[in-house]
């Protein structure tokens, strides 16, 4: 049975930093792109940030330079590091698996529960 289970979401002010886990199992962990989105309300969800097979690491503009996206093979995780917080970054973050990297929601074919992101004073 495919699993991916997201951890690691909380409230965090303005200018902090949390620390997403993505943990997998069911899978050939090692040969999938990790992709992570987010979903603010009444919005799209969206690409965050996606780590290719051979761990190319790839970026959405808003994120860029406060983000940075990791895996493990070993352990079957994949870790993003959220530095510098915005109140903009609140919303629900899904890692998602897919074959390659992408920023289409359609691309991945397994998905999280999602983990709640608030950044709030």
């Known amino acids: 049975q495919v699993q991916l289970v997201e951890s690691g979401g909380g409230l965090v002010q303005p200018g902090g930093s949390l620390r997403l886990s993505c943990s997998a199992s069911?899978?050939?962990?090692?040969?999938?792109?990790i992709g992570w989105f987010r979903q603010a309300p009444g919005k799209e969800r969206e690409g965050v940030s996606c780590?290719?097979?051979?761990?190319?690491?790839y970026y959405a503009e808003s994120v860029k330079g406060r983000f940075t996206f990791s895996r493990d093979n070993a352990k079957n995780t994949a870790t993003l590091q959220m530095n510098s917080l915005k109140p903009e970054d609140t919303a629900v973050y899904y890692c998602a698996a897919a074959n390659y990297c992408s920023w289409s929601v359609g691309g991945y074919a397994y998905w999280g529960q999602g983990t709640q992101v608030t950044v709030s004073s």
């Open positions: 069911g899978f050939t962990f090692y040969r999938h792109a």
């Open positions: 780590i290719s097979r051979d761990g190319s690491t």
